[in-house]
């Protein structure tokens, strides 16, 4: 078993997972374009804007207690919106360069 096994075993015989993160994208029906996530050394896969949400779990771009963080957004991506606080829209034309995004969060004691 490898090293990175072993160490997810250990993790969930504790119960004590490393929480995820989640992310919205709103599409329209002028929503057009691709994009991927990128979160700390995460890459996610290519995403088509498609009309409605989508959501899906991203890990946090650095330890979860830190509570704070920088997302890079990449794609060609218009007309659409990221579920943020504030939201972030995707109206201008694309450039080609990712787009960093700083986040924070709320740290919550989620292992005792």
Not at 83 to 112: M, R
Request: glycine share 8%; charged share 20%; hydrophobic share 40%.
């Amino acid at each position: 078993m490898s090293a990175e096994l072993v160490a997810a075993a250990r993790t969930d015989a504790s119960g004590c997972r490393e929480p995820m993160a989640s992310l919205t994208f709103i599409a329209t029906n002028r929503s057009q374009g691709r994009l991927r996530v990128i979160s700390g050394t995460y890459t996610s896969p290519w995403y088509e804007l498609r009309h409605g949400p989508m959501t899906f779990p991203i890990p946090f771009p650095t330890f979860y207690a830190e509570g704070k963080g920088v997302i890079a957004i990449e794609g060609d991506m218009r007309y659409g919106m990221l579920a943020l606080s504030p939201v972030f829209s995707f109206d201008d034309p694309p450039t080609g360069d990712p787009i960093y995004l700083p986040v924070w969060w709320n740290v919550e004691q989620h292992c005792k």
